[in-house]
């Protein structure tokens, strides 16, 4: 996939409480490099899909094939699906949970998209990188590349990192991101120098083994003397949500026209914001943020909930 076509405006905020507190503030708008392939997850896919498709031997090891896990509104899954029919690459979807008779906007695009869908049950799930899960996976579908869920490996790193080589990063002294699986932090964290600060918020409830990921995903990284993580603004768990946070996303689509999701960077936002008011940036701050994408999500929310 070529990566030059993603390339993400940055906009510049307007607001008066960051012309009180004397800081600017920006948003790198990956979700409007694409509509299907917005946001990171087709950053992370970059090297599992060179891998996939030009390795040696990538024909005998893995058939133009890829196997990969999400839940039933994953964006990982969707922007896999998407990808693997630009590419035509046969691609396998493994979902958490049961197949729903009404299914989710997410699996029926997936499945338009030509992904197989196999379900397994919760706790089967939490099996996933097992061999013996993998060895069955493939005893069904034949040879694969396996991309676990949400890219977390060094490969997704490393496709996580280019997100820095899409635009001009080194007026910014923060750079803020909303933090699932943390691939998408670590590829910030090894493409960056120490003098930017980097501030993670974690959408998952007591999240506290950031700094193992980072160990895991990125061997090569000395350094972290840079990363701030503001843990208090995951709204009670990964995709829980609450009035107080739509009315959140909506004043932000009115103040800056930018569509937020609810389960990163509504949040992400949010935590920028409320640490503006509380004076966490010191004047003079280049605050950028990361839309991440992920607006496929919010078609899963009732009619009227945003605004947009
Ligand atoms: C997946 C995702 C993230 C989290 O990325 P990680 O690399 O898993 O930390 C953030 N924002 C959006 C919109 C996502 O879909």
Redesign the pocket.
């Known amino acids: 996939m070529n990566l030059d076509i993603l390339k993400p405006p940055v906009e510049k905020l307007s607001d008066t409480l960051f012309e009180e507190k004397e800081v600017n503030v920006f948003m790198c708008r990956l979700d409007k490099v694409h509509p299907i392939l917005s ?3 087709i950053y ?1 896919l970059h090297y599992f899909l060179q891998e996939v498709l030009e390795s040696e031997n990538a024909l005998e090891k893995y058939n133009r094939t890829i196997l990969t896990f999400g839940g039933i509104y994953s ?2 899954l969707a922007a896999t699906a998407y990808a693997c029919k630009m590419l035509d690459i046969k691609c396998i979807g493994v979902v958490r949970g049961q197949r729903h008779p009404k299914s989710t906007h997410t699996l029926k695009q997936c499945e338009a998209d030509g992904m197989h869908l196999h379900f397994v049950n919760k706790l089967k799930y939490q099996f996933r990188d097992t061999m013996g899960f993998q060895d069955e996976m493939t005893d069904m579908f034949g040879k694969c590349l396996i991309i676990p869920e ?3 490996h060094p490969m997704g790193t490393k496709g ?1 990192s280019l997100i820095m080589e899409a635009f001009n990063f080194k007026k910014y002294s923060h750079i803020c ?9 670590a590829g910030i964290l090894t493409a960056v120098p120490s003098t930017i600060e980097i501030i993670s918020v974690p959408v998952l409830k007591n999240m506290t083994d950031i700094n193992d990921r980072l160990k895991y995903l990125a061997p090569q990284l000395l350094h972290t003397n840079n990363l701030q993580i503001l843990d208090n603004y995951y709204f009670n768990g990964y995709g829980k949500r609450d009035d107080n946070l739509f009315a959140f996303m909506n004043q932000c689509w009115l103040n800056y026209k930018i569509p937020l ?1 609810f ?3 509504g949040k992400m936002m949010y935590a920028v914001i409320e640490s503006i008011k509380k004076d966490f940036f010191k004047r003079g701050s280049e605050i950028l943020c990361l839309h ?3 607006l496929q999500g919010n078609i899963s929310l009732p009619l009227n909930t945003l605004l947009y």
């Open positions: 946001g990171n997850k992370k964006n990982h949400g890219g977390y996580a991101t909303a933090t699932g699986t943390a691939t998408t932090l999701d389960v990163y960077t991440t994408g992920g």
